[in-house]
T-cell receptor
């Protein structure tokens, strides 16, 4: 079967750094995505990795290791508005997105 | 505003009823989708629709049917609603050649009583 695993919930402090991990097992791989979803709102696209390595976008970076079936999302200089769920999704060989259940990130002052 | 918009935001109805959720995108995208997000927050694709080609997730009951009057609209019709249909339904679209970059509507919270 196909599955995406990520922690259910994480807590971090404003101004700090947090790393949200995602491991996956899918039939084929055509890229890994991170989306941010605030409570009661739609997911919004954050990043896309298809090659191994680190992609940096401002305060957010995403890393991929295809051989390990592993990715992480790194958030720096945390702000209260970063409190949200972070969804990891993998596009399989049929170009279908397989979604994780999301990691709820709680930021404390 | 350019966006994916869906209505209604909330839908409360009785078991056995038939209901529709509307979705429109003015982003010029070719592909539109319907997703279901259950209580455990898993997003599951229901349908994707691209240039009149409909791809159906085989696990979706045939009580659910998408209707696309044109490229900018993909409505979701649900017949004989069941308690288990309660969830948040998201419409989404993606640009040509970038199926990985999904733009989501704000969601419709469906509650079946």
């Amino acid at each position: 079967g196909q599955n995406i695993d990520q922690p259910t919930e994480m807590t971090a402090t404003e101004g700090a750094i947090v790393q949200i991990n995602c491991t996956y097992q899918t039939s084929g791989f055509n890229g890994l995505f991170w989306y941010q979803q605030h409570a009661g709102e739609a997911p919004t696209f954050l990043s896309y990795n298809v090659l191994d390595g680190l992609e940096e976008k401002g305060r957010f970076s995403s890393f991929l290791s295809r051989s390990k079936g592993y990715s992480y999302l790194l958030l720096k200089e945390l702000q209260m508005k970063d409190s949200a769920s972070y969804l990891c999704a993998v596009m399989d060989s049929n170009y279908q997105l397989i979604w994780g259940a999301g990691t709820k990130l709680i930021i404390k002052p | 505003d350019t966006a994916v918009s869906q209505t209604p935001k909330y839908l409360v109805t009785q078991m056995g009823n038939d209901k529709s959720i509307k979705c429109e995108q003015n982003l010029g995208h070719d592909t539109m989708y319907w997703y279901k997000q259950d209580s455990k927050k898993f997003l599951k694709i229901m349908f994707s629709y691209n240039n009149k080609e409909l791809i159906i997730n085989e696990t979706v009951p045939n009580r659910f049917s998408p209707k696309s009057p044109d490229k900018a609209h993909l409505n979701l019709h649900i017949n004989s609603l069941e308690l288990g249909d309660s969830a948040v339904y998201f419409c989404a679209s993606s640009p040509p050649g970038e199926v990985e970059k999904l733009f989501f509507g704000s969601g419709t919270q469906l509650s079946v009583l």
